[in-house]
């Protein structure tokens, strides 16, 4: 049995080798990857989403897939209609012999096209400079997602279609409707059907591709995948094999044979409701489109909380173990009963104590309120961190930055909070520049935390506290510490540029008006996906928002409008504060050299009347006539000036008066 299994191993390899369909589908995978790679390189805006770049395998797998299901649909119906096994007492399990060397000898010729396409991918990332990391490993297994178990997969939907109907014409509508609602660009082809599918619902079994084919790289977090999808690929593998062996029974001869496999059936069916349950609990939700709406939806939807802040916190000691965080706060001032907290809603609390009493707490969206036992000097709070749209928590990577509600805050407002102009939600984070806190952290070597490690511990004083853990690198240049994505290649030759215009930026900002911030932090993390971007006084998170390189110009035309909101405390309307921030940028720019400078005006300028049209469209004019020393009386007598009951036709009399 074992040689002929071996024989037919070798036959089916044969086979594979001499099929012009087989192997023309396999060339043209090739053929087409390399396509995309010269198109996305010779692209004039020269993008550098060099993580998003392995995302152009979806559309190849959809072709090819088509190809690879109909050369197996023929191999086996014309080995059912010219078969054995219905002649020959031991013809099933030749059929079954047959199946499995013909899958095993597919097997092997994925597995070399995987190892020919991963090596074309890591030498182009390798060649354009991208350090060696785990984004190496983890693209390997991306393309083991997304790529091999596809195209495993595609043989035996051949087989299923060849088994029920044969060479019957009906085969060839089955086989083009499997090849379009299993393919990876089903999610693409149905987009507001998937787009309404969380990542923890059964629904979600329907698909196994990517949840977006242009976005498959999240900075720190890394491809769109985790056990979920294998869990996933397993379930299907699993369905599909029971659906073969179901549809194999007719051809059985023997009662034995029938009933092993009935058996073997029963068992799949069982094993496969068990991983169909943990890919669903396993998904992660950092690349659903559906769970941000679903968050987006939640925080509209909350009205303005109630709170009690009478109380001064003085150190935090936190302590996280895998997904369990515990945080111990301590509090100088005590004067309520009541005191509310700012925490993630999406966080489950197991318990809070004061001192060693379990005490009742309520929470009202991001707002935690707390039922104190007397005036405590302290509370301990046990949470979970989970995997949310949000913030996302996946193969033990995530991104919690100082402007989140990770831990216990002490904050009037909910993280987040509709902004009607734009429909959209913000972040409410707005650090006070006197707060200051005694931190240590208890936790596994991040990647990136703004405390200095003191032992085994991360202790020191600080606003708030960053924690990252994931896929990135890290460079030292002069006094700074550079944290940056795997995905982002030739740092060192761009850090140094990106520095001197954040150093400049700052100093000229100071020229007009006061800061949060004096100098530069000395730790920064970059990102141009997923993170949000806040300046403090030990750290700078910032996300460029472009897929070009960090010093490029065009991710560093708004560098300064976004430093200046970081480090200058808002006054007045939101839409006179927008306006002088455009403006005072474009001063910055022009004393910085900091890149093209641009005629003005906020997004927000078309939400003002007509009149306010006219009106800001003369005060850019007049300001527009100033020289330099004139714009920068202008802009600091602005902002000294303004408040919200502030207008247009002031701001206007101003610049009159600075020419």
């Known amino acids: 049995m074992y040689m002929r299994w071996n024989s037919l191993l070798v036959f089916y390899l044969k086979q594979i080798g001499k099929s012009k369909l087989y192997m023309g ?358 949470y979970e961190i989970i995997d949310t749209q949000l913030i996302p928590y996946t193969n033990s990577n995530i991104a919690l930055l100082a402007d989140k509600a990770w831990y216990p805050k002490k904050r009037a407002s909910h993280m987040y909070e509709e902004n009607e102009l734009i429909d959209w939600i913000e972040l409410t984070e707005d650090f006070i520049p006197e707060e200051n806190y005694v931190f240590t952290l208890q936790v596994r070597e991040p990647l990136f935390t703004n405390l200095p490690k003191k032992g085994e511990v991360y202790h020191g004083n600080t606003q708030a506290v960053t924690l990252i853990y994931g896929q990135g690198n890290q460079l030292t240049y002069d006094d700074y510490l550079i944290t940056y994505p795997a995905d982002w290649p030739k740092m060192e030759e761009r850090v140094p540029e990106v520095l001197f215009q954040l150093d400049k930026t700052i100093t000229g900002i100071k020229r007009i008006a006061p800061t949060t911030v004096d100098t530069l932090p000395s730790n920064i993390v970059f990102s141009n996906f997923g993170l949000s971007s806040f300046m403090i006084k030990d750290h700078l998170v910032y996300n460029t928002g472009y897929l070009e390189a960090v010093n490029s110009e065009i991710s560093m035309k708004d560098l300064h409008n976004n430093l200046i909101r970081f480090i200058v405390p808002q006054k007045g309307s939101n839409l006179l504060f927008d306006e002088w921030v455009t403006m005072s940028g474009e001063y910055i720019r022009d004393i910085t050299n900091g890149g093209t400078n641009m005629f003005g005006l906020s997004p927000n300028f078309g939400f003002l009347s007509e009149a306010e049209h006219n009106v800001v469209l003369t005060i850019y004019n007049k300001y527009n006539q100033l020289n330099l020393e004139q714009k920068q009386q202008f802009l600091r007598e602005w902002y000294r000036n303004m408040n919200e009951d502030w207008t247009w036709d002031q701001v206007l009399e101003l610049v009159e008066r600075g020419r």
Request: glycine share 4%; no cysteine.
């Open 25 to 382: 589908a396999s060339f043209l995978v090739f053929l087409l990857l390399i396509t995309r790679l010269i198109i996305f390189f010779a692209n004039e805006f020269n993008p550098e989403a060099y993580g998003q770049l392995p995302g152009e395998i979806a559309m190849i797998v959809q072709m090819i897939s088509l190809f690879y299901i109909i050369f197996f649909f023929r191999l086996q119906s014309n080995e059912l209609l010219y078969g054995i096994q219905a002649f020959f007492v031991d013809g099933y399990r030749i059929m079954v012999e047959k199946i499995s060397s013909m899958f095993v000898a597919h097997t092997i010729i994925q597995g070399m096209m995987l190892a020919v396409t991963y090596l074309i991918f890591a030498v182009t990332y390798f060649a354009v400079g991208i350090e060696i990391s785990y984004i190496y490993l983890s693209l390997f297994r991306f393309l083991l997602l997304y790529m091999f178990f596809p195209f495993v997969l595609s043989m035996m939907y051949g087989i299923v279609v060849a088994m029920l109907f044969g060479k019957n014409k009906i085969s060839f509508f089955l086989i083009l409707l499997i090849w379009i609602v299993t393919g990876s660009m089903v999610s693409e082809l149905f987009v507001d059907f998937f787009s309404s599918i969380q990542a923890n619902e059964w629904r979600s079994l329907l698909f196994i591709g990517l949840n977006s084919v242009q976005h498959v790289y999240q900075s720190y977090i890394g491809f769109d995948m985790h056990w979920g999808n294998e869990l996933k690929l397993l379930t299907w593998f699993l369905v599909i094999t029971g659906a073969i062996l179901i549809l194999s029974l007719r051809w059985t001869l023997i009662v034995r044979e029938r009933n092993w496999v009935l058996m073997i059936v029963f068992f799949i069916a069982f094993v496969t409701i068990a991983t169909a349950n943990g890919s669903i609990e396993l998904s992660t939700k950092a690349f659903s489109r559906a769970d941000q709406t679903i968050e987006v939806e939640y925080y509209k939807d909350l009205d303005n909380p109630k709170t009690d802040l009478r109380y001064e916190i003085e150190a935090y000691t936190i302590s996280m173990n895998d997904h369990n965080v515990t945080v111990q706060i301590d509090f100088s001032k005590m004067n309520t009963k009541n005191p509310t907290f700012q925490l993630y809603h999406a966080y489950p609390i197991k318990w809070i104590k004061e001192e060693d009493e379990l005490v009742d707490f309520k929470r009202s969206g991001d707002i935690l309120k707390v039922n104190l036992l007397g005036y405590t000097d302290s509370l301990t709070f046990q």
